[in-house]
């Protein structure tokens, strides 16, 4: 009896380490949904992604002892030079791919913070290696590169006002 509780036990875990290799988790990153007031409707920055031009909020990988709205204000300041106050409460998420420079795509879910935008400075980490746009909300939604991310901003529309 235990040696066929053991071969049990043995043949689960090989199974959960097998499909492992097929099977992997969602990454993820974080994301700074910068907005500030505009004419009609709140304006949304978009930056470009630096292999591929793609139109994206700023973002990047959790950074470890950090909380997440802090990660959002840090990739905001770092991509696009943006100062501004990050709601320590996530707005909502949404499902991406992380391109990586080998060709490889890794699925990811970005959570996504409000900022309210302060002041852009000129001179940023990233300067020089990406593009940045404000547009008023519904723009950004069409012209962002990430159909989950145009998605995303038509559906919190209201909690940019």
Do not use: H
């Not at 990047?60 to 204000?73: C, I, M, N, S």
């Not at 320590?88 to 900022?115: D, E, I, M, Q, Y």
Request: proline fraction near 6%; charged fraction near 25%; aromatic fraction near 10%.
């Amino acid at each position: 009896m235990a040696m066929a509780s053991a071969i049990k036990a043995f043949d689960a875990s090989w199974l959960r380490e097998f499909a492992g290799l097929f099977i992997k988790p969602a990454r993820l990153q974080i994301a700074a949904l910068c907005f500030r007031p505009g004419e009609d409707e709140p304006e949304v920055l978009l930056v470009s992604s630096r292999d591929t031009g793609r139109w994206i909020l700023p973002k990047g990988w959790p950074e470890k002892g950090q909380p997440a709205f802090e990660t959002a204000l840090t990739e905001a300041r770092e991509e696009a030079g943006v100062l501004g106050t990050a709601t320590p409460k996530a707005l909502g998420s949404f499902r991406s791919f992380k391109g990586l420079s080998s060709g490889l795509r890794l699925r990811t879910n970005v959570l996504v913070f409000k900022v309210r935008f302060d002041e852009q400075l000129q001179e940023f980490k990233e300067a020089g290696q990406r593009k940045c746009v404000w547009l008023p909300l519904s723009q950004a939604a069409a012209m962002a590169d990430e159909p989950a991310l145009g998605r995303f901003l038509l559906r919190y529309r209201s909690d940019l006002i």
